[in-house]
């Protein structure tokens, strides 16, 4: 393999899309070559910076997506088509030779009573599906969406014990005061499973207020996976900020969140720009703190430093 | 309120209930009509359809078209899925024939769809997507807005297929076979496409990172 074919091939490598044999001759340059070496290098990197710049869902769009598609699912014209439709079926058979109207439902409701005579003398003669019923033969049971099979464990004499944990869907309804739908956002916000949950649980929380509230915010915060979720948690802890815990948990974040674009909003929320915050003595520790600790932010930085600044009267340095 | 209470919260730990359950159940199910098989189906894959036209079309408005209508059409014709392929080739299949319409479409009207005016003159529509707080960060500001600039300039140039087709490798980490599959052309065609679009990113962006 020439340092052309293989660095023509190094996306396609990265991808692990390069056939065994092909792949095989391009690593066997590579151990030789530094040149191509090299290009491997800039190739991840292109790889890597594209990577960085993928745009994250915005989670409230998606939410709108969800809504709308429910509603448009909902409404009578978008109903699914059957999936097998034997009237139709019979109808269409019928049509080619001359049956219509009134005449394909006679001849539909003479093939019924066929079919209910027939069926019914051979399920008489040899027990028909009787030898099946009472088996666990009906797929509906097992509903993916509402069941789960906890466990499977053999029983005696050939038997089986299937033990199933099922979810009834309810619909809860309410104000957001109340004491229901309040517990169930609070849970929601944790939902480790659908960000787009926990986005709009915690939307629908910052506009309330209670102990409760303010620590599912925290929570929400300092642990969720998701920037966007921790971005609209902050939105909500605006209203906490006088409060300390909600500082020390502030703090947490701006020490340890690995977005910067987080942290920048947790520095306005702990100091905002318009300089109304109450300067309490554990404050400026901490803010001096942040300051130490942030590298890579010059926003927080510069955030920190004015805050600082404020606290201690013109002329002070930091 | 509908149910007691005391009912309602012993119930509230409804999540992970799926965790281990099969795609094939759920899409049966959802064939019988069952809406909750439906509703976690989408669920499984609309963050990385939405992701994908965005990341294709720039547009938030054209993503949410892409989005209701690529699902509408697996709502609808769901009962005919007979797994001839598999549901996420057929899902993408769709997903990829709407988005390359739209691209198409915005072509024939000449529409210029990254950039709208506003008082303070023309501007990014994306800057208006509520990404990342980029935007209370000047310096990741800048940064991630040449970088994305310079990223769009290179994927306008491609064809609407080679983006496609580098969306769904490099993006949506999907395999080629699959790629080829959704879009109806060999995995080898999809492959051409894909070593051209690289070729093409890695030289524009060859010098900036």
């Given at each position: 393999m020439t340092c052309h074919q293989v660095q023509t091939n190094l996306s396609v490598y990265l991808y692990g899309e390069l056939d065994f044999a092909l792949e095989e001759q391009l690593e066997e340059h590579l151990d030789t070559c530094s040149l191509c070496q090299l290009a491997l290098a800039r190739e991840k990197q292109w790889h890597t910076s594209l990577n960085t710049t993928r745009t994250d869902v915005p989670l409230d769009l998606l939410s709108d997506c969800r809504r709308e598609l429910r509603r448009l699912i909902a409404s009578p014209e978008n109903k699914a088509e059957p999936r097998f439709s034997w009237r139709a079926r019979i109808s269409g058979w019928l049509r080619p030779i001359g049956f219509s109207g009134w005449s394909t439902r006679l001849a539909a409701a003479s093939f019924l009573v066929f079919v209910g005579f027939t069926g019914g003398r051979w399920l008489d003669h040899d027990g028909g599906l009787g030898s099946i019923?009472?088996?666990?033969?009906?797929?509906?049971?097992?509903s993916p969406a509402t069941l789960r099979i906890r466990d499977i464990q053999p029983a005696q004499n050939d038997r089986v014990r299937i033990i199933v944990d099922r979810v009834e869907q309810q619909q809860v309804e309410g104000s957001l005061s109340d004491d229901v739908v309040r517990r169930l956002l609070l849970a929601a916000a944790k939902d480790p499973t659908d960000p787009g949950i926990r986005v709009d649980s915690v939307d629908l929380l910052k506009s309330q207020t209670g102990n409760d509230v303010r620590d599912a915010l925290l929570f929400s915060v300092e642990h969720d996976p998701n920037a966007a979720v921790r971005l609209k948690a902050l939105e909500g802890l605006r209203q906490y900020t006088a409060d300390p815990v909600t500082r020390e948990g502030l703090a947490v974040v701006l020490e340890r969140d690995s977005d910067p674009g987080v942290r920048s909003e947790a520095i306005d929320v702990l100091v905002p720009a318009n300089g109304q915050f109450d300067f309490s003595p554990g404050l400026a520790g901490t803010l001096e703190s942040i300051l130490r600790s942030e590298r890579e932010s010059d926003y927080v930085r510069m955030r920190c430093m004015q805050a600082l600044q404020e606290m201690n009267g013109p002329g002070s340095v930091y | 309120m509908v149910e007691p209470q005391a009912q309602v919260l012993d119930n509230?730990?409804?999540?992970?209930?799926?965790?281990?359950?099969?795609e094939r159940s759920l899409i049966r199910a959802a064939q019988r009509g069952d809406a909750d098989a439906f509703e976690q189906l989408v669920r499984s894959y609309d963050q990385n359809v939405l992701r994908m036209a965005l990341n294709l079309l720039h547009s938030p408005e054209d993503a949410r078209d892409v989005y209701q209508e690529a699902f509408l059409r697996v709502y609808r014709n769901l009962p005919k899925?007979?797994?001839?392929?598999?549901f996420s080739t057929w899902l993408y299949r769709i997903v990829a024939n709407l988005c390359l319409d739209q691209i198409r479409k915005r072509k024939v009207r000449k529409e210029e769809a990254s950039a709208i005016d506003t008082d303070g003159g023309e501007v990014d529509?994306?800057?208006?997507?509520?990404?990342?707080?980029?935007?209370?960060d000047p310096q990741r500001q800048l940064m991630s807005s040449e970088v994305n600039t310079r990223i769009r300039e290179v994927l306008e140039r491609l064809t609407p297929r080679e983006r496609l087709v580098f969306e769904m490798r490099?993006?949506?980490?999907?395999?080629l076979r699959a790629i080829g599959e959704a879009l109806g052309v060999t995995e080898e065609a999809a492959k051409n496409c894909l070593f051209r679009a690289t070729q093409k990113m890695r030289a524009a962006l060859g010098d900036f990172v």
């Open positions: 019923a009472g088996g666990a033969t009906e797929m509906s049971l097992v | 509230i730990a409804v999540h992970g209930t799926t965790d281990r359950s099969d899925f007979r797994f001839d392929c598999s529509r994306f800057q208006f997507l509520p990404e990342r707080r980029a935007d209370v490099h993006f949506q980490g999907m395999r």
